[in-house]
């Protein structure tokens, strides 16, 4: 049926609908759109616990520390133990509190429920080589600039290497998604903006095939060590800006490249998605240079609305 579907897309020059390669977060349900509604939030629960999860991944060295920046963001936690080692951790659920059944329980998700690629194997997978670092440089300028270079080397990687080296280029773009997404938490906090956005568009361009796990390059580890770090800093001090806006048009840079990619290898909804990141960041970017300069203006307002959950824009009808 859905090549069936493609013949038709291509011969009448229809709009090309994406395959079902999981490469796209698990959407929210009807009810869960219509309960959030009914509450007045901004968002569901299940995409709110999608970007806390994402940049407390990003953060975090390990467990602990992922289940730490958890709690500190205010999201339950509840860890799954192995059945035959007690002490040793197998998987994980989280919950945001107040958000219940009918009969007042909590309702969980599995980290691989939101994305395969926060399952708890595969983010215990991407923490080896981060924990094995140590902890970040406590240096500012330091971890802004290395920041900065991480996103530039990606971006320049992608461009020469992208179609002859695809394993480089798919854990680049994978680790883009956490270098966005820390960039955005420094610099909009957990009310959000067009950063947050951004780092919500980009994450089906992220994502390889089939939810397959990239394999490690030396470009993907330093994106990678780069968003613990920004993460590890905290939010962005005002003396920062400029420091910050480098980051972000290195980002967009290397977000602009890895979309020209996908669309070269004809995954179109993966490039659609990030072409509406690269929206976001030059929004961000082109009101932070306004500002910079003295002069800025109203006109590209944070897309985000104020609900009863953390910040991040509102619900978004899914693409057919």
Same mark, same amino acid.
């Given at each position: 049926?859905?090549?069936?579907? =493609?013949?038709v897309?291509?011969?009448?020059?229809?709009?090309?609908?994406?395959?079902?390669?999981?490469?796209?977060p698990?959407?929210? @349900?009807?009810? !869960?759109?219509?309960k959030?509604c009914?509450?007045g939030?901004? !968002?569901t629960?299940? =995409?709110?616990?999608?970007?806390e999860?994402?940049?407390?991944?990003?953060?975090?060295?390990?467990?602990?520390?992922?289940?730490?920046?958890?709690?500190?963001?205010?999201?339950?936690?509840?860890?799954?133990?192995?059945?035959?080692?007690? !002490?040793?951790?197998?998987?994980?659920?989280?919950?945001?509190?107040?958000?219940?059944?009918?009969?007042?329980?909590?309702?969980?998700?599995?980290?691989?429920?939101?994305h395969a690629?926060?399952?708890?194997?595969?983010?215990?997978? $991407?923490?080896?080589?981060?924990? $094995? @670092?140590?902890?970040? @440089?406590?240096?500012? @300028?330091?971890?802004?600039?290395?920041?900065?270079e991480?996103?530039?080397?990606?971006?320049?990687?992608?461009r020469?290497?992208?179609l002859t080296?695809p394993?480089?280029?798919?854990?680049?773009?994978?680790?883009?998604?956490?270098?966005?997404?820390?960039?955005?938490?420094?610099c909009?906090?957990? =009310?959000?903006?067009? #950063?947050?956005?951004?780092?919500?568009?980009?994450?089906?361009?992220a994502?390889?095939?089939?939810?397959?796990p990239?394999?490690? $390059?030396?470009?993907g580890?330093?994106?990678?060590? $780069?968003?613990?770090? #920004?993460l590890?800093?905290?939010?962005?001090?005002?003396?920062?800006?400029?420091?910050? #806006?480098?980051?972000?048009?290195?980002?967009?840079?290397?977000v602009e490249?890895?979309? !020209?990619l996908?669309r070269?290898?004809?995954?179109?909804?993966?490039?659609?998605?990030a072409?509406?990141?690269?929206?976001g960041?030059?929004a961000?970017?082109?009101?932070a240079?306004?500002?910079?300069?003295?002069t800025?203006?109203?006109?590209?307002?944070?897309?985000?609305?104020?609900?009863?959950?953390?910040?991040?824009?509102?619900?978004r009808?899914? =693409?057919?």
């Amino acid at each position: 049926m859905g090549e069936a579907c =493609r013949a038709v897309e291509a011969k009448f020059g229809l709009r090309v609908t994406a395959r079902r390669d999981r490469t796209a977060p698990k959407r929210a @349900s009807r009810a !869960e759109t219509e309960k959030a509604c009914r509450r007045g939030r901004s !968002e569901t629960p299940r =995409r709110a616990l999608l970007r806390e999860v994402r940049v407390a991944a990003a953060g975090a060295g390990g467990f602990d520390e992922f289940q730490a920046r958890l709690a500190r963001a205010g999201v339950l936690v509840r860890p799954r133990m192995s059945q035959t080692e007690p !002490e040793v951790v197998t998987g994980y659920a989280v919950s945001w509190p107040g958000d219940t059944d009918a009969n007042g329980r909590p309702i969980w998700y599995g980290g691989g429920k939101l994305h395969a690629d926060l399952s708890y194997a595969r983010l215990n997978a $991407s923490w080896a080589g981060v924990e $094995s @670092s140590g902890v970040p @440089s406590p240096d500012r @300028s330091a971890v802004w600039a290395e920041a900065r270079e991480a996103a530039a080397r990606g971006s320049a990687m992608v461009r020469a290497h992208g179609l002859t080296d695809p394993a480089m280029a798919a854990d680049v773009a994978h680790a883009t998604a956490a270098q966005l997404a820390a960039a955005a938490r420094s610099c909009e906090g957990l =009310r959000g903006g067009p #950063l947050t956005a951004a780092s919500a568009d980009y994450e089906r361009a992220a994502a390889e095939l089939w939810a397959k796990p990239p394999a490690r $390059s030396d470009t993907g580890t330093a994106l990678r060590l $780069s968003a613990r770090a #920004l993460l590890v800093l905290g939010r962005a001090q005002r003396s920062e800006a400029a420091q910050a #806006l480098a980051v972000v048009l290195q980002l967009l840079a290397l977000v602009e490249a890895v979309g !020209e990619l996908r669309r070269a290898q004809k995954r179109f909804a993966q490039a659609d998605g990030a072409g509406a990141a690269a929206e976001g960041l030059r929004a961000h970017a082109t009101t932070a240079a306004r500002t910079a300069a003295g002069t800025a203006t109203t006109t590209l307002a944070p897309r985000a609305t104020p609900g009863q959950l953390p910040g991040g824009p509102p619900p978004r009808r899914p =693409r057919r």
